[in-house]
C-alpha cells in the first residue's frame, strides 16, 4: 500500500479538532501518520491532538499564516517520503468521509495524470438562516463539479491528497522562477493557498479531479461580518492569482469564470434598476404568462438543486428572495475585491 501521510495545520482548535482526528481514525484506508501542525496556538491544540493520537509540529515565528505553517511543517515529511507516497492536507475544521482517503487513492491508481485529489466540501450543520444559505450555495458547487465530469476546480485547503512528487515539483519550479510565491510548497504571496496551488499544480500539466465520493463536511460561516471576511479573501485572493499568473491555457477557464461573476453583478443590478423604474413610471403591468413561465422554470431548478439538504432548503429556495439577497451580498464581494484589486488597496488575511 503507498505511504499517505496526514498534515493538518491548525490554529486554536482544541474544541474541533478532535473530531477532525476522529475522521481520519475512521478511514478505511487510514493514513501511516498524523501530524497537527500547531501555529501559533494559544489554546491546548497540541495538547488535545497528542492524546487523540496525532504528532504534533509546532511552528516557530510564523507570520505567513496558514501557508507558512504548511512550509515549515512539509519539508521534514517529505524529506522522509518516496515519490510514489501521497500527503493527505486538511483542514482542522473539517471532518472527512469514512471512504475519502480509498476514493482518492483510487482516483490517483486509475489515472497517472492525476497529480492531486480534491474534497468536495459541504457545510456543517447549525448557523441558523445564513448556515442553511451556505449549505445550499455548497450544495450547487458540488452537483456543478459533477456535471463537469469531476474536474477540480479548487484544490480545497479543507482537503486534497496530493502526490508527493508533485508537491516537490511545485517548490522546484517556485524555486527555479517558473512559478512565484515564494521558494517552498506553497505560495507566501497569496491570500488563497488552495487557489494559488491548485494552478501551480495544473501549469505543471497535471490534471486536477474532485471524485463524488471524496466528500467532507466543513464549517459554515456564523455571522454576515465572518462570511464576509472569509469571501474577501477567497475573491481578492482568486482574482490576484490570476493577475499574478496572467492568460494562458490553464486560467483562461478562470478568466471566464471571473467574467461571467461580473456580467452576472452587472445583470443583476440592471434587473433592478429595470424594475423600479417600470414601478415607478407605469406601475404594475399584470400576470405575464410568458414571464411566469420563466419564473416557474427557474423555482423548479432553484428547488431542485438543492433537495438533498431537505425540506428547509427547498422550502427557503421556493420563495427565490432570500437567496436573491444571499446572491446580492456575494456580488458586493465580487464588486469590492475588484475595486480594492485596482485600487490597490491591501487586504488583510483575517482568521474565521
Known amino acids: 500500500m503507498t505511504e499517505l501521510v496526514a498534515v493538518i495545520p491548525a490554529h486554536n482548535e482544541q474544541h474541533g479538532i478532535t ?12 493514513p501511516d501518520r498524523i501530524i497537527v501542525v500547531a501555529d501559533n496556538c494559544t489554546d491546548h491544540t497540541a495538547e488535545v491532538a497528542e492524546r487523540v493520537g496525532a504528532e504534533v509540529h509546532v511552528t516557530t515565528g510564523n507570520r505567513d499564516k496558514k501557508a507558512g505553517a504548511l512550509n515549515q511543517a512539509l519539508p521534514a515529511v517529505l524529506d522522509g517520503l518516496p515519490e510514489d507516497a501521497l500527503v493527505l492536507v486538511q483542514d ?34 447549525g448557523g441558523g438562516l445564513l448556515g442553511l444559505l451556505q449549505r445550499m450555495e455548497y450544495e450547487r458547487y458540488a452537483l456543478e463539479i459533477h456535471r463537469k465530469g469531476n474536474e477540480a476546480v479548487v484544490l480545497t485547503g479543507t482537503g486534497t491528497v496530493f502526490r508527493a512528487r508533485v508537491l516537490r515539483e511545485v517548490r522546484d ?17 497569496s491570500l488563497t493557498e488552495d487557489d494559488e496551488i491548485t494552478k501551480a499544480v495544473k501549469t505543471l500539466g497535471h490534471r486536477t479531479v474532485s471524485p463524488d465520493g471524496c466528500w467532507l ?31 494562458t491555457k490553464v486560467t ?6 471571473q467574467i461571467m461573476l461580473g456580467l452576472g453583478a452587472l445583470a443583476l443590478a440592471l434587473f433592478g434598476l429595470f424594475t423600479v423604474l417600470v414601478l415607478t413610471t407605469v406601475g404594475w403591468q399584470g400576470f405575464s404568462l410568458f414571464w411566469g413561465a420563466i419564473t416557474l422554470v427557474f423555482v423548479l431548478e432553484r428547488t431542485l438543486t438543492v433537495r438533498r439538504q431537505g425540506r428547509r432548503a427547498v422550502l427557503l429556495a421556493l420563495p427565490l428572495v ?19 484589486l485596482v485600487l490597490r488597496r491591501k487586504e488583510r488575511w483575517v482568521a474565521t
Open 19 to 30: 473530531a477532525t482526528l476522529g475522521g481520519l481514525h475512521r478511514q478505511s484506508v487510514r
Open 92 to 125: 482542522a475544521d473539517t471532518v472527512l468521509n469514512p471512504r475519502f482517503v480509498r476514493c482518492a487513492v483510487d482516483a490517483l491508481d486509475e489515472d497517472g495524470a492525476v497529480g492531486a485529489v480534491g474534497g468536495v466540501f459541504y457545510g456543517e450543520e
Open 173 to 189: 519550479a517556485r524555486r527555479a522562477g517558473r512559478i512565484g510565491g515564494g521558494d517552498s510548497y506553497y505560495s507566501l504571496a
Open 217 to 247: 463536511v466543513t464549517e459554515v460561516m456564523p455571522t454576515l461580518p465572518k462570511l464576509w471576511h472569509q469571501r474577501m479573501r477567497w475573491q481578492r485572493g482568486a482574482l490576484e492569482n490570476l493577475r499574478d499568473y496572467g492568460l
Open 252 to 257: 483562461l477557464p478562470y478568466f471566464g469564470q
Open 322 to 340: 432570500p437567496e436573491l439577497l444571499y446572491d446580492v451580498f456575494r456580488q458586493l464581494v465580487f464588486v469590492r475585491s475588484l475595486v480594492d
